[in-house]
């Protein structure tokens, strides 16, 4: 059985069309890039796995059930938005994930919390870029779940603070857990990804593992004249 399985998925807002029609099946134990140019879907696409959004038609499975419960305890989201309260400091953050999920583990937090040298009493109105986007990761990745979903998590972000960023999704998921990514950023991304999934004019034009690609992930994109103004 398949850990996401995407049926005829189409996504109107009037007589707009963002998602047109989308099939795609999704196993576990991958880190899979979903790629293309702004307003291609990628977004949409994630807050209608996420439950977020209902679709204009189509379904979407998660372990074979429909989006529910389970599939919210189950699934992780990270989205590129800032979400966090303002006035409160890391801890209290954690504190708040702690209580809010089931699937949280409060201590993985607290280890990651020093590991990642984020000052457990400061403010999140204090916090540089790259320390935020440390501590949204870290709340994401201390949940115990099946399918993790990360929108563009090296945005605005300096180099060095990308490659630590990079190191935890490398190292810290579990490796029987499916990781879906968006990025523009393909020099520092494309390392890590077993599969490209590549959205033009919501539809998917490309799913592929990396492994089965002649030739680099940017190359691959060129191929598709809407994909190449984002590289």
Do not use: C, W
Request: aromatic residues 8%; charged residues 30%.
């Amino acid at each position: 059985m398949d850990l996401l399985e995407i049926n005829h998925l189409t996504k109107k807002y009037g007589s707009f069309v963002v998602l047109d029609d989308i099939n795609l099946k999704i196993t576990k134990g991958k880190i899979i890039g979903l790629l293309g140019m702004n307003g291609a879907g990628k977004t949409t696409l994630l807050k209608l796995i996420n439950d977020l959004l209902t679709p204009t038609s189509g379904e979407i499975l998660f372990k074979g059930k429909k989006l529910g419960i389970e599939s919210k305890n189950d699934i992780a989201y990270l989205p590129d938005k800032e979400y966090l309260d303002e006035n409160m400091n890391a801890l209290q953050i954690i504190e708040f994930y702690n209580d809010f999920y089931k699937n949280f583990n409060y201590k993985r937090a607290i280890k990651y919390l020093d590991e990642f040298d984020i000052d457990r009493n400061l403010k999140i109105y204090k916090m540089s870029k790259g320390m935020k986007e440390k501590l949204k990761l870290l709340l994401v990745i201390s949940r115990n779940a099946s399918l993790y979903i990360i929108d563009e998590p090296l945005t605005g972000v300096d180099p060095i603070t990308r490659e630590y960023i990079l190191d935890i999704i490398i190292n810290k998921i579990d490796k029987n857990s499916t990781l879906i990514v968006t990025t523009h950023l393909l020099n520092e991304m494309e390392k890590v990804f077993n599969e490209i999934i590549v959205l033009d004019k919501g539809k998917v034009v490309l799913q592929k593992e990396v492994k089965n690609l002649n030739t680099s992930i940017k190359s691959v994109l060129r191929r598709y004249s809407n994909v190449k103004k984002t590289i």
